[in-house]
């Protein structure tokens, strides 16, 4: 039995699907049963809440290897499933956890994600370890300020990344759970193509056939916005803040060949990215 954590996620709803589509035994942990429409109709679903440890050992009853994503910036989610795990007799977890881990200095998000994987191996549970850079589905945050007066808020300027496809993270995940040699690796992954936002703007405006004006961010806080619009909390947005300068002085754009090597096929294209989900995109009517 595979137990995914995150189910509703944007890898977990990846992952549950690939998962299905290998004929695996899976077991999803939801906090809200709802959420959960349009996922595998084959995928046991058990509600349970990572708040709330008391509901975790029926969860993880019976499961052989477990997909940890947790959220946040909280420690104790992950000390709660790994505990269920390690007296479930979990014998392999898949953790997601971030490529900010390889800063020098590690920055804040580096911390928070490293803890939890010292956690992971202090518990004795072998695992592997995915370290995905920026998602894809992080341009859903640029929706309100599109929606509302067509633009996007730049907080990086110059600097390149290579966003990745949730859907190839779930590939490597699938793997990592469902195949041997993979225990005790750490996997970087990226998406196979740098681009700045700017470009990245461009490429979404032609998928979805309107104009969106490109906005650079004067302060830490606007830079927040871009990402959070209704606000986060002082750490995480300090956090954030650190995260986008680093990102802004990177004009090359760190990039891996870790997921296509895995997977043995060409990543998923930001421009598939957008043309799968142009629609969220378009000019609303009346506006």
């Known amino acids: 039995m595979l137990l995914v954590t995150g189910a509703t996620g944007n890898v977990g709803r990846e992952l549950a699907a690939e998962l299905d589509a290998r004929g695996a035994d899976v077991r999803l942990l939801v906090r809200d049963p709802a959420r959960a429409a349009g996922l595998p109709p084959s995928a046991e679903r058990v509600v349970g809440d990572l708040d709330d440890p008391a509901t975790l050992p029926r969860a993880f009853a019976g499961a052989d290897a477990l997909f940890l994503l947790t959220p946040g910036i909280r420690l104790d989610h992950t000390t709660a499933a790994v505990a269920a795990a390690r ?82 993270i779930a590939a490597v995940a699938a793997l990592a759970l469902t195949e041997d040699g993979h225990l005790g690796q750490e996997y970087v992954l990226t998406g196979e193509e ?57 004009t090359d754009g760190f990039r891996t060949e870790t997921a296509g090597r895995l997977l043995g096929r060409p990543l998923r294209t930001f421009s598939d990215w957008c043309a799968r989900n142009a629609d969220a995109f378009r000019q609303r009517a009346g506006a």
């Open 194 to 250: 740098v681009f700045t936002v700017a470009e990245q703007v461009r490429i979404l405006a032609a998928a979805a056939g309107r104009d969106i004006e490109v906005r650079d961010v004067a302060t830490p806080e606007e830079a927040v916005k871009s990402r959070f619009p209704n606000g986060a909390p002082p750490a995480l947005a300090a956090a954030i803040a650190e995260g986008f300068a680093a990102m802004r002085a990177d």
């Open 87 to 168: 007296d479930a007799g979990v014998r392999r977890i898949v953790h997601l956890s971030s490529f900010n881990v390889l800063g020098d200095p590690m920055p804040a998000m580096g911390r928070w994600h490293h803890e939890r994987e010292q956690v992971i191996r202090a518990s004795g549970i072998p695992a592997t370890f995915l370290r995905p850079g920026g998602f894809m589905t992080n341009a859903l945050d640029w929706l309100p300020t599109i929606h509302e007066g067509g633009y996007v808020l730049d907080p990086v300027g110059p600097g390149r990344y290579a966003p990745i496809d949730p859907a190839d």
